[in-house]
Structures are given as structure tokens and as C-alpha cells.
């Protein structure tokens, strides 16, 4: 997408005194945009926080931030007639923090995509994405760069690094560590002669994971908190936690106090927390482990100092597992709630790890949270904390490569701080909960010798905690009409956008699409690049009972293709018997069968099976409108050879010209693969009603299903077959070409 998708009088707001800041404001002042220092514009299309790099990290998080809340709503206005966008810039290792070779708090600074993502949630209109440059690459080439993320077609990737050797990542959730990231195999697991300090570690799920590591483990413990387990008073021996607060009422009432509501649940609460504190202990010694609890206030880093002094020489490990919320969208956030949550997380970690010398530390497991890996609603705060952790574990692994560094993104467990109504929440919007023995299980096997490997993991579902955006994706269709590929794909001269590359745009706006089926695929009105398409084209997503029902449509509203987005099929599919026959080189491109010019020849020989139409393909890779119908393990141009072979099957079976118009079912499974060999299967579908339906199946040279088409539903189109007949192939052109 180009600079057009904004509006014509372009204002930019650019936070930070750095010079790469200078030096893209030179560069947006030359394309004609208006840029703001300082104060902000009534009227706003582009904010940018770029990161100090000699300040303070967590002030600088919470900065972003609160200019976040301060910018939403002009942004949004703004994306109500074009682009409207919000970015974060750091300068770490090029990679978002993940390299581990960023100073370990300047690391800290890798939480901001925590809170990129939060807001795409939060404000679904805005272009929302965090850039991460390596230091080497100079100011000049930061701000083009910078000016390319600006306009990028894709919008789906929300966090991108770019390296000096003209690398350009971005972020994905992977089976097996990454070997790019740091980490070592083999770290011998505690044992009877380790202590490990625990944050968090008396109450909820952290001390459930501490009773669970003691049972395997049989270590020492220092578990840390807030709360002071004073001695249970008389009134309250013997009563059952649930009658406490009426206890404690009878207890005022009887000194000649009136009970007030919150004085009574403040007796309460300390009363449960100290009774949670000595269970915890308890079950820690049951379990055959040694445990002490250490009241302090890791936020404060001399409390820290003195309160862990007696145990500084002995301890060998470290989990944090210390947490706080102030839940509240971006547009209402404090700065004093911000920082409260940044510090227990961020400065928390930093005070404890400053007291134990780090030659001493052989674990250290951080509690992290799918929050921050996806962006929660009302949580900027708290998904930046957890992504920074994410990012300190890579910088402590890069220099303590003999210790088990692991930062855990748990998803959301039932129980801690997850509340009943929370639960009915998360069971509304299909997020599945993980529950406190299987989380207590995983968490014990992070410290077995085998997973000394991971450094950033996730445990639990890959579900985000906050629902996809009901919200509008809007794309430009100037990138398309231009697009050099889809003038390929004309019929009767005019270019027409494939209907795998509609199926492309719809994955592109579903929210962590890797894998899964599409359904009731139809086509309302197809898009022909003729002069009179559609200058934008909206893209809705909402959920639906079997998935996310996607719904494209042009600037009049009028309805252009629409389907569902959902899981992986439960059942595998079919293999293939391999022919073993004769093949013929295909000649539906220079026979008038097919229109395709040579981006798109990817059908290169017929096999010989009477029963079935088979053919050999193969097809190399290449651009396709800027990545905008993409997805990982999803090319438009290599699916759109499963289609061409419907038109070549309608041709051969009852010697008609179609266009596919509907898709019962898509079941993706593996990636075609790109510039190999592969076969495609077409079978007709019985149909009473007389309509042309067949199934198209890809498979790899050795019969192993790839994806499949089932219930293509194709249509005969008055005067399409001369239309196919009057595209001239390229001269000299053969299948496969270009």
C-alpha cells in the first residue's frame, strides 16, 4: 500500500529527542505531511514514540503508553477516511529484543509490542506496529525503513525488526525452540542443595508451582510477599475461612465498634492471606521440600537488599512470579496505576536479581503471559511488563549460558487471578482455561534437563485472551490494480483478482491464522480491475458459531466475497496412489482451456487415469501484491492452480467454459510447495441439481495430502470461452514461466 492509503493533508506526531526521530520528520516534511513536536494537532494520522535510548526504560513504557490514550481518538477519526497509524520504535539488536545481545535493561524496552498490540485491539481502525532496527544501521536507512513499515500493505504483522544485513523479521510461535534465539540443552535440574528464591510464591498458582517443584525436586524455598502472616487471633480461631468476615463483624460489634463493610473485609483478607501462607509452607514440607517466607516489598529495592541478606550466598535459583493488575483501557490508564504494574514485574525482577550475585544462579523462570504475547484488552500495561520479561530472559541467556533461563507465557489459568466472572468470560469467547495441576505439572518439567533449551515459551492454549476485533480492515485497491502478478490473471483484457487471493485477504484479517479450514466460500461479486472497481475494500470479521465469519465488501457496501474461518479439520485425509502411468505435457494454456498468463502456469502435464483428472504441477514462488494475500502456509498464486484445474476438468467433462464461484469447504494442511513438483486430483460431486461441483485435492509426489478443495461449485459464463480463447500466450512462453 502506498502513501495514498492516507488522507490528503497528513499530520504526524513524533515523541522522543533522537536523531533517527530528526531524520524521518525530514523525511515525512519532504512527502508532504505536516510534523508535530511537542503539542499535539487537533487532527492526527500518524503517531510515532520513539525510545529514548539513554532514559529511563519503565518511564519510557509508560510514556508510550499514556501517549497512546492520548492520541486514540484523533487516530481513529482519522482512520475514518484513511490510514491512521501508531508505532513504537527501539534500537535493541533488530530482532525486537529476542537477539538477547540488547543491555539487559535497555531490554526492558522490548515490552512496547505488548502494548502495540493491545491497542490494534482496543482500537482496531488504527495501523498499529512496534519497529525494532539493529544500532548499526544508520539514521538515514532507519527513517527509510521506517517510511516502508508506514506504508506496508500487510497489516497483520504487528511487530518487525530489521537487521543492518537488510534482514527483516518478525515474530511466530514455533513446536521446538528457535536456534536463532539463545539457549543451551542439558542444564542439570535443582536438587536437595539448591535454595530458589519465589516471588509471589505463598498464595495462588505460584505457590501451587512451588509445592509442585519441592515434590520433584526436593529444594529449598524462600518464597517472597507482601503480606505479613501475623498469628491468627483468638475470635478467629477454628473458624472456617468462609465465616470470617461474619466472625469478625461479631468480634467488633462485641468491643462496642460498629463493623464497617470495609474495615471487616480488610480483616478478612489479611486473615486469608496469612492462613494461604502457612498451607503453603505446610504443603511445602509434606511435599518433602524446605521452605521459609520472607515478608518484603520487592518493589523497593533496599527492602530487598536487607530482607534477602541472610540468604544471598545460598540461593541458586530464581522464580518471579510476582504480578499485579489495574485493569483499564488505554484511553483511561494512569500513569500511577501504569507504574505500579510495570514495577512489580519489571523493577521487582531487577531488585532481586541485584542481590544474589548472578555467577551464583543456575535457575531462572520468569512468569510471563499470553497477555503480552497477544495483547489483551485492558491490559496494555500489564502485556508490556510480561513482553519485557520476555525479553530480559534473551539477555540474561546471552550472558549466563550455563544457567536455565526461561521466561513462561502462561495462558490463562483457572484460578489466581482469574475470578469466576472472568471464567464464564473466557468460556463465552472459547478461550480454554488451563487448569492448576496440568499448569503445576508444566511448570515443574520447565526445570527437567531437556528444556533447558527454552528461553521464551508458551504454555497452555494459543488462544488470545481478548476476542478478534469486530472492526473494519480497509485496503486500498490501487496496490492491486497495479499489481503486475493479477495483469496475469485478465479475462477479455481486463484483470481480475483471483479468488484464492479473496481467500488470502480474509486469512490476513483473521488474527493468528497459521492453519486450519475455510468455509462457505462465495464469491457476491467478483472484482475486475476495468476502470470501475471499487477504490477500497472493507474486510469485517466476527465471530460465529464454527468460526470467524469474514465478510468483504467495497466502499458502497455492496457485498464482494464472503466465508468462515475456522480450526483444523479432526479427521486426516486420504492419500493418494501414485500413477505410475504415462503423462502428456498439458496444452490448456495454449488451447484456450484456461486464460492464466505465465505467473500463474503452474499445470504441466496430464496423467493418464481415465477415472480421474490428474495432473502434474509446479510453480515457483514470487511477489503477490505486497504480501496482502498472504499468510505463512498460505501462497493465492500456487492455490489458485487447485482452481484452474476445475476449469480444466469443467472443460474436458462437459466441454465448458466456468469460473468458480462457491467453495463448500478448504481444509489447509501443509503448504504447497514452491518451485517442487506436486499433483492435483479433481473429482466430480454428485449433484441432483444439475450444477457442476467437484472436490480438488493437492499432494505431494509421494501421495500425502497437502490441502483440499472440497464442493467447488463452478458456473458457465455466456461468451467466457472466447474470452479464454482470445488470451494470446507469451511468446516463447512455456508452463511455468515468469
Known amino acids: 500500500m502506498a502513501a495514498e492509503c492516507y488522507r490528503g493533508h497528513r499530520s504526524a506526531f513524533l515523541a522522543g529527542d533522537t536523531e533517527l526521530a530528526r531524520a524521518l520528520a525530514t523525511r515525512l516534511a519532504a512527502d508532504g505531511w505536516t510534523v508535530h513536536h511537542g503539542e499535539l494537532p487537533p487532527e492526527l494520522d500518524l503517531a510515532i514514540w520513539f525510545a529514548d535510548e539513554t532514559g529511563g526504560v519503565e518511564a519510557a513504557l509508560r510514556e508510550a503508553l499514556l501517549l497512546a490514550g492520548r492520541v486514540q481518538d484523533r487516530l481513529r477519526a482519522a482512520a475514518s477516511v484513511g490510514r491512521a497509524a501508531f508505532l513504537t520504535v527501539t534500537r535493541l539488536d533488530g530482532q525486537l529484543g529476542l537477539a538477547g545481545t540488547a543491555d539487559i535493561d535497555r531490554a526492558v524496552l522490548g515490552g512496547l509490542p505488548g502494548l502495540v498490540k493491545t491497542l490494534a485491539l482496543e482500537a482496531p481502525e488504527v495501523f498499529c506496529r512496534a519497529v525494532d532496527l539493529e544500532p548499526a544501521l544508520d539514521d538515514a536507512r532507519g527513517a527509510e525503513l521506517l517510511l516502508a513499515e508506514l506504508s506496508d500493505v500487510d497489516g497483520k504483522h504487528q511487530q518487525i525488526g530489521h537487521r543492518v544485513d537488510g534482514t527483516r523479521c518478525t515474530i511466530a510461535l514455533r513446536d521446538t525452540p528457535d536456534p536463532a534465539l ?47 502472616p501475623a498469628d491468627e487471633p483468638s475470635w478467629a480461631e477454628g473458624v472456617a475461612t468462609e465465616q470470617l468476615r461474619a466472625a469478625a463483624a461479631t468480634w467488633l460489634r462485641a468491643k462496642g465498634e460498629k463493623p464497617v463493610p470495609r474495615q471487616v473485609a480488610a480483616m478478612e483478607r489479611e486473615l486469608v492471606g496469612a492462613r494461604e501462607i502457612r498451607e503453603t509452607l505446610r504443603a511445602i514440607t509434606e511435599a518433602g521440600g524446605r521452605a521459609e517466607y520472607v515478608t518484603v516489598d520487592i518493589t523497593d529495592p533496599e527492602a530487598t537488599k536487607v530482607a534477602l541478606r541472610p540468604y544471598r550466598d545460598r540461593v541458586t535459583g530464581l522464580v518471579h512470579g510476582a504480578g499485579l493488575l489495574a485493569d483499564g483501557l488505554i484511553t483511561a490508564k494512569q500513569a500511577a496505576d501504569v507504574d505500579r504494574v510495570l514495577a512489580v514485574k519489571i523493577a521487582g525482577l531487577r531488585n532481586v536479581r541485584t542481590v544474589v550475585p548472578a555467577e551464583q544462579l543456575r535457575h531462572v523462570l520468569l512468569f510471563s503471559s499470553v497477555a503480552g504475547l497477544f495483547g489483551n484488552v485492558g491490559q496494555s500495561d500489564y502485556a508490556m ?43 463465552e469467547r472459547g478461550v480454554p482455561l488451563l487448569e492448576v495441576p496440568e499448569g503445576v505439572r508444566y511448570f515443574v518439567e520447565q526445570f527437567a534437563a531437556e528444556r533447558g533449551a527454552d528461553t521464551v515459551c508458551m504454555v497452555g492454549p494459543s488462544t488470545p485472551l481478548s476476542g478478534p476485533p469486530p472492526a473494519e480492515m480497509r485496503l486500498s485497491t490501487a496496490s492491486l490494480a497495479s499489481d503486475p502478478v493479477i495483469a496475469q490473471h485478465a479475462i477479455g483484457g481486463a484483470p481480475v483478482l483471483p479468488l484464492t487471493a479473496a481467500i488470502g485477504l480474509a ?188 472436490t480438488v485435492t493437492a499432494y505431494g509426489p509421494d501421495g500425502r495430502a497437502l490441502c483440499r478443495f472440497r464442493g467447488v461449485e463452478a458456473v458457465a459464463v455466456p461468451g467466457l470461452a472466447e474470452k479464454f480463447q482470445a488470451t494470446q500466450p507469451v511468446p516463447g512462453g512455456k508452463n511455468g514461466d515468469g
Request: charge should be neutral.
Open 507 to 694: 486469512l490476513s484479517a483473521v488474527r493468528g491464522f497459521t492453519a486450519g479450514r475455510v468455509t462457505d466460500v462465495a464469491v457476491r461479486k467478483g472484482l475486475v480491475f476495468d476502470g470501475s472497481h471499487p477504490a477500497e475494500l472493507r474486510i469485517a470479521v466476527t465471530p460465529g458459531e464454527t468460526g470467524q465469519l469474514v465478510d468483504i465488501r467495497d466502499d458502497r457496501d455492496r457485498p464482494r466475497y464472503t466465508m468462515t474461518v475456522a480450526g483444523p479439520g479432526d479427521q486426516p485425509l486420504p492419500a493418494l496412489a501414485v500413477p505410475s502411468g504415462e503423462s502428456t505435457p498439458a496444452q490448456c494454456y495454449q488451447d484456450g482451456t484456461l486464460f492464466h498468463g505465465p505467473a500463474f502456469r503452474g499445470i504441466r502435464e496430464v496423467h493418464d487415469d481415465g477415472a480421474r483428472l490428474l495432473l502434474g504441477c509446479r510453480l515457483p514462488a514470487g511477489e503477490f501484491a505486497g504480501g496482502a494475500c498472504q499468510v505463512p502456509g498460505y501462497d493465492p498464486v500456487l492455490a489458485d492452480v487447485l482452481l484452474q484445474a476445475v476449469l480444466v476438468w469443467a472443460r474436458q467433462q462437459k466441454q465448458v467454459a466456468v469460473l468458480p464461484v462457491a467453495v463448500a469447504e478448504i481444509d489447509l494442511r501443509t503448504p504447497l510447495p514452491a518451485d517442487e513438483p506436486f499433483l492435483v486430483e479433481v473429482c466430480g460431486d454428485d449433484d441432483a441439481s444439475g450444477r457442476l461441483v467437484c
Open 182 to 228: 539463545p539457549g543451551i540443552l542439558g542444564v542439570p535440574e535443582p536438587g536437595p542443595d539448591d535454595l530458589l528464591l519465589v516471588t509471589g510464591g505463598a498464595r495462588g498458582i505460584t505457590a501451587a508451582c512451588a509445592v509442585g517443584l519441592a515434590r520433584r525436586y526436593r529444594c529449598g524455598l524462600v518464597l517472597l510477599g507482601r503480606t505479613q
Open 385 to 427: 511488563a510480561n513482553e519485557a520479561l520476555n525479553r530480559v530472559a534473551c539477555s540474561l541467556r546471552a550472558r549466563r549460558p550455563a544457567t536455565r533461563i526461561t521466561a513462561v507465557n502462561w495462558g490463562a489459568w483457572a484460578g489466581g487471578m482469574v475470578t469466576p466472572e472472568l471464567a464464564r468470560m473466557f468460556a
